[in-house]
């Protein structure tokens, strides 16, 4: 009899390890997190109304970057074309002078054909260096960064005559540094919200989050989402069984690329503000970390990691200036420290991926 009481005893201590060393990167930014946060000194209504709104402006970009890793593509940094696809729509909106929802739609419905053929030209591209997708997709992001800003300081005025001094330069050739997204300004946080005291709750825009996730979760149980999961763990074996590997990653590739633009208009509206030049070159590389800091890898990802990593992120964000000030007396050094985060989780991750395939 008491041999048998001990066995559930063993099991569940081995179960306790295995989940405290899978979830080894989460813990430990709860940690500093909790840290952060105290010696942050910030009030609480201020710091629950700042991570509801950056969960709210950030998540639906983190949650992006699911169905590549599960369809065994690693870490998508090609979203960055999805947030240019996202910006142009965005810019052609202000131009057109529209306002309030007609805006969105109008911006949606200009957005969703340029992600999708941006979508398709990364998802070829990988399939060409197949294996080798990560590394792809942040020099693609580069190139593409490039003829974005060909075409947003040359090609409109010089080629395309554009005549609006609220986003053209004073020589009219070129956009401005910053356009004002006024127009556009809140058009889904402020759609309905519900307020207790400093606290914003962006229903709406929660809704739409919720609704991605519900999406995700039933498209993932289809046949397609079981492709994905297939050509994840074998491409060898997925096309033996008939699945066609090459067309499966493409939408993999699209769907994550049409989702980033999506990300980026919740995020740009939320801003109020575009930065022409600048923010778009971010976006892979904070999700990415993002996703990471919630417990994903290289090659498995679930969206309640996308969201835990989306919190424990912008914690840090939000708590490193003002932590590091009291602790050390500069703010800089919180940023400083944010920044190494962001590039040290996502070296980490390349480290232990490379690890891990040297060791199969």
Request: glycine fraction near 10%; charged fraction near 10%; include cysteine.
């Amino acid at each position: 009899m008491s041999d048998m009481k001990e066995t559930p005893t063993i099991k569940e201590d081995f179960d306790l390890q295995k989940q405290l060393k899978n979830n080894a990167v989460p813990i430990m930014f709860v940690i500093i997190c909790s840290i952060g946060c105290y010696y942050a000194r910030l009030p609480w209504p201020f710091l629950i109304n700042e991570i509801i709104t950056r969960m709210a402006r950030n998540s639906f970009l983190v949650i992006s970057l699911i169905i590549p890793i599960i369809a065994g593509m690693g870490l998508n940094f090609g979203i960055v074309l999805g947030a240019m696809a996202a910006q142009f729509a965005l810019i052609a909106v202000v131009l057109f002078e529209l306002q309030g929802v007609a805006a969105l739609l109008v911006t949606i419905i200009l957005m969703l054909p340029m992600a999708i053929f941006f979508g398709w030209m990364t998802g070829a591209l990988f399939n060409m260096t197949r294996g080798k997708e990560m590394i792809t997709g942040i020099i693609l992001s580069f190139f593409a960064n490039g003829v974005y800003q060909l075409i947003c300081l040359w090609v409109l005025g010089a080629i395309i005559p554009i005549k609006n001094p609220a986003v053209m330069l004073p020589s009219g050739v070129g956009l401005r540094n910053t356009i004002n997204l006024k127009p556009l300004h809140y058009v889904l946080d402020r759609m309905f919200e519900l307020q207790y005291g400093m606290i914003r709750i962006p229903v709406v825009t929660f809704l739409v989050i919720l609704l991605l996730c519900v999406g995700m979760h039933f498209l993932l149980k289809t046949k397609l989402g079981q492709d994905f999961r297939a050509v994840g763990q074998s491409q060898h074996i997925a096309g033996v069984s008939g699945i066609n590997v090459d067309k499966t990653r493409i939408i993999a590739i699209v769907l994550s690329t049409i989702l980033a633009a999506m990300g980026q208009v919740i995020f740009l509206q939320n801003l109020g503000i575009l930065t022409t030049y600048g923010s778009h070159v971010q976006v892979g590389t904070f999700a990415v970390a993002a996703i990471l800091v919630g417990g994903a890898s290289v090659s498995k990802a679930t969206i309640p990691q996308a969201l835990l990593g989306t919190l424990l992120f912008h914690t840090l964000f939000i708590v490193s200036p003002l932590a590091g000030k009291n602790l050390l007396g500069s703010p800089q050094v919180g940023e400083f420290f944010r920044v190494f985060i962001a590039y040290g989780v996502i070296g980490v991750a390349l480290a232990l991926h490379a690890w891990k395939g040297r060791g199969k």
